[in-house]
């Protein structure tokens, strides 16, 4: 009988098994924190998106209200006069929708915080109605009664619209040369975005004067 020689096998610890787990456990985590960051990524930029959207509504809104005063509002006939009850008054408001808000702008001598409305929380609201003059930029979309709705273009929750107080005459120093009138302007308008979260406040002051009025 021939005897094969012993051959003294290694006993296996399935150590190999044990670190292909360990790399297979980080790698996938590695992919989860990825894919979460690619997700949180997106939603910023949505948001940042629809912020900015909103502001250059609320923007909008309000270079029309500083060309209106300019322009369409009479306002030189007040600084000529050098009164604000000649072009402004107290404005009242009657109850009525967001969406059908009066487009025909006023200049208002209450101020929105005597109306009892929270500048920075729009729509403004004062005992049930909405304050202010709607004004839709040409093409843009609003949810709910919308004019110059573009097929598949964005459409934006909230109608815009703004509010023109009269402050009165402004001081001698805003009014250049002398024996010159004028009359001081606030401007607050606001915009929405797509969502109805996403809001944007703006406020501008505009001085009107007149050196030679009424010729």
């Given amino acids: 009988m021939i005897e094969l020689p012993h051959v003294n096998k290694r006993s296996q610890t399935g150590i190999v098994l044990v670190s292909s787990l360990l790399l297979l456990l980080v790698v996938t985590i590695m992919a989860l924190s990825i894919f979460r960051s690619f997700g949180i990524q997106e939603k910023i930029a949505g948001n940042t998106r629809d912020k900015q959207r909103a502001l250059q509504v609320a923007e ?9 005063i300019a322009n369409s509002s009479a306002a030189p006939v007040a600084v000529a006069a050098g009164s604000a009850s000649s072009a402004g ?12 808000m009066s487009t025909a702008p006023l200049l208002c001598t209450n101020t929105l915080a005597s109306l009892g409305a929270t500048v920075t929380s729009p ?4 005992g049930g109605n909405y304050i202010g003059f709607q004004y839709t930029p ?3 979309g ?5 004019t110059g709705t573009v097929a598949n273009d964005i459409v934006y929750s909230m109608q815009p619209a703004f509010y023109i107080t009269d402050l009165g005459a402004p001081a001698g120093s805003l009014v250049p040369g002398a024996g010159s009138t004028g009359e001081v302007y606030k401007i607050d308008a606001y915009g929405s975005g797509v969502s109805p979260t996403t809001l944007a406040v703006v406020e501008s002051t ?3 004067s007149c050196i030679v009025c009424k010729l």
């Fill in 60 to 68: 909008s809104v309000q270079q029309f209200a500083e060309l209106w």
């Fill in 89 to 100: 008054y107290a404005c009242s408001f009657s109850a009525t929708a967001a969406n059908a």
């Fill in 123 to 126: 729509p403004w609201v004062s």
């Fill in 138 to 140: 040409p093409g843009m």
């Fill in 142 to 146: 609003v949810s709910g009664g919308a």
């Fill in 206 to 208: 505009v001085v009107v």
